[in-house]
């Protein structure tokens, strides 16, 4: 099995510590961090190890500016995970538009059934709090 | 691996916000219309969005989505026009694409959306 939490977590120090050279990718993570710092306690947390297992199974860590990305060669989906929010979202490649998050099973999230059965578009702040997942801290998992 | 995200202002004709869907409205019945900006555009302009994050307070940024409701347009307008004035050449025209889809949705009364 891989240990995805410590290449996340070896890739994001890497990012900070880039930040201190780099004004831009600090001022990103700044912005990651304050996301975070609002919302984190909405977000479903999740074990790095087994999700990557279950949605990008084999891959290694791959960064990109404030994130660092797990995909599967062959998948359409990547695990995407930020490097200062201590989040990830899991991301379908093959919607190139619009809510192309999934939710913590893989589901699509667009529109939601109301208790009488009908349904109704799902709002943007539900979308986005079903969509973040928080990373658990090693001494969680 | 593909790492190209897209960039994606989006101005819904028939919906007032994506927080607020009326009664039997599925995600599939929005007609948006699309401003797509580059990674350089989004690059350009995130000294803005930033700007836009504090003011409006949402949380514009790679890998996720925010709105920008009917009521800040103008504000948001405004703020794009001021960062252009004192941009260079190439920010210039990122904050014209931008400024492109912020128009219309004050033009609609309706929001801008971003998916980024």
């Given at each position: 099995m891989s240990d995805s939490k410590s290449q996340y977590s070896s890739g994001s120090a890497g990012q900070k510590?880039?930040?201190q050279l780099d004004a831009s990718l600090k001022k990103k993570l700044?912005?990651?961090?304050a996301r975070a710092a609002r919302f984190h306690t909405n977000w479903q947390p999740v074990n790095?190890?087994?999700?990557?297992?279950?949605?990008?199974?084999?891959?290694?860590?791959q960064r990109s500016g404030s994130k660092i990305i797990f995909q599967t060669d062959g998948s359409n989906l990547q695990v995407v995970c930020d490097v200062a929010a201590g989040s990830c979202r899991?991301?379908?490649?093959?919607?190139?538009s619009r809510r192309c998050y999934l939710d913590i099973n893989g589901n699509v999230l667009g529109n939601k059934t109301l208790p009488g059965g009908k349904q109704i578009g799902r709002p943007i702040e539900e979308y986005n709090a079903m969509t973040h997942f928080r990373i658990l801290k090693r001494e969680e998992m | 691996m593909d790492?190209?995200?897209?960039?994606?202002?989006?101005?819904?004709h028939n919906i007032n916000s994506l927080n607020e869907f009326p009664e039997g409205m599925l995600w599939e019945d929005i007609e948006f219309e699309d401003f797509e900006i580059s990674e350089v555009d989004y690059d350009n302009l995130f000294d803005l969005?930033?700007?836009?994050?504090?003011?409006?307070?949402?949380?514009i940024d790679e890998y996720e989505e925010e709105e920008?409701?009917?009521d800040k347009i103008q504000a948001a307008v405004k703020m794009t026009e001021e960062y252009a004035k004192k941009a260079?050449?190439?920010?210039?025209?990122s904050t014209e694409k931008l400024l492109s889809a912020l128009r219309r949705a004050a033009d609609l009364s309706k929001p801008l959306e971003l998916f980024f």
């Open positions: 510590a880039l930040a700044d912005n990651a961090s790095l190890n087994d999700f990557v297992d279950r949605f990008a199974p084999g891959s290694t860590a899991m991301k379908d490649t093959t919607i190139h | 790492h190209n995200n897209r960039y994606l202002l989006s101005v819904p969005f930033c700007q836009f994050n504090q003011e409006f307070d949402i949380f920008i409701t009917p260079p050449a190439e920010v210039k025209k």
